[in-house]
Nanobody
Framework: QVQLVESGGGLVQAGGSRSLSCAAS????????MGWFRQTPGKERELLAAISWSGENTYYTDSVKGRFTISRDNTKNTLYLQMNTLKPEDTAVYYC?????????????????WGQGTQVTVSS
């Protein structure tokens, strides 16, 4: 089993930056596809960014492209999300997820493990 724990959420002003981390434990996720999702009340969970097991390939949804950067350090079993130029509409609970299936990064399915989520609130 893999346990994922996100950290780094909090309150930030619009235009500011925030960095999220997702620490994995239980087993290595170095061969797993990983992604960051977010969810707001009444909406479906949205895939923001995904990264291949090696870190060589990434995917971003249009709303965060150019502002968010996903990365990973397999030696630390940790996933990161650097968020810049934050907007009030980025306010959400952010989740990291890991998939044993190295499917296309744009694929939102096949994620086996999820963190508990961390709240990011962007004030205007």
């Amino acid at each position: 089993q893999v346990q994922l724990v996100e950290s780094g959420g909090g309150l930030v002003q619009a235009g500011g930056s925030r960095s999220l981390s997702c620490a994995a434990s239980g087993r290595t996720v170095s061969t797993y596809r990983m992604g960051w999702f977010r969810q707001t009340p009444g909406k479906e969970r949205e895939l923001l960014a995904a990264i291949s097991w090696s870190g060589e390939n990434t995917y971003y949804t249009d709303s965060v492209k150019g502002r968010f950067t996903i990365s990973r350090d397999n030696t630390k079993n940790t996933l990161y999300l650097q968020m810049n130029t934050l907007k009030p509409e980025d306010t959400a609970v952010y989740y990291c997820a890991a998939s044993r299936y190295n499917w296309a990064l744009i694929n939102t399915s096949g994620y086996n493990y999820w963190g508990q989520g961390t709240q990011v609130t962007v004030s205007s």
